[in-house]
């Protein structure tokens, strides 16, 4: 099992990025895709999630700004990223969990935002 994140990047504060992360190696069995992100000193936490059914949740500072989506194979998890702020500087990690409970780690992808 492979996630490869990309699209990360400095952006000015207001700008715009999208993240994907691409799996490979999983056939069937996904019970949710999720971006998580850890600034410098800080715990990693959970950005966005996407399940199965298409539900989505997000941490409220990124309510209005941030969209998860897959494509439609769910082999695919994108997180649009639109009115950044410097806040929103960390490294993102895309993971995907499986109904059996395991989770699967991608690399992280560095988004800086500058002020």
């Known amino acids: 099992v492979q996630l490869q994140a990309s699209g990360g990047g400095l952006v000015q504060a207001g700008g715009s990025l999208r993240l994907s992360c691409a799996t490979s190696g999983i056939m069937f069995g996904i019970r949710s895709q999720a971006w998580y992100r850890q600034a410098p000193g800080k715990q990693r936490e959970l950005v966005a999630q996407?399940?199965?059914?298409?539900?989505?949740n997000y941490i409220d500072s990124v309510k209005g700004r941030f969209t998860i989506s897959t494509d439609n194979a769910q082999k695919t998890v994108y997180l649009r990223m639109n009115s950044l702020k410097p806040e929103d500087t960390a490294v993102y990690y895309c993971?995907?969990?499986?109904?059996?409970?395991?989770?699967?780690w991608g690399q992280g992808t560095l988004v800086t935002v500058s002020s």
């Open positions: 996407i399940s199965r059914d298409g539900s989505t």
């Open positions: 993971a995907v969990g499986m109904l059996g409970g395991g989770l699967y």
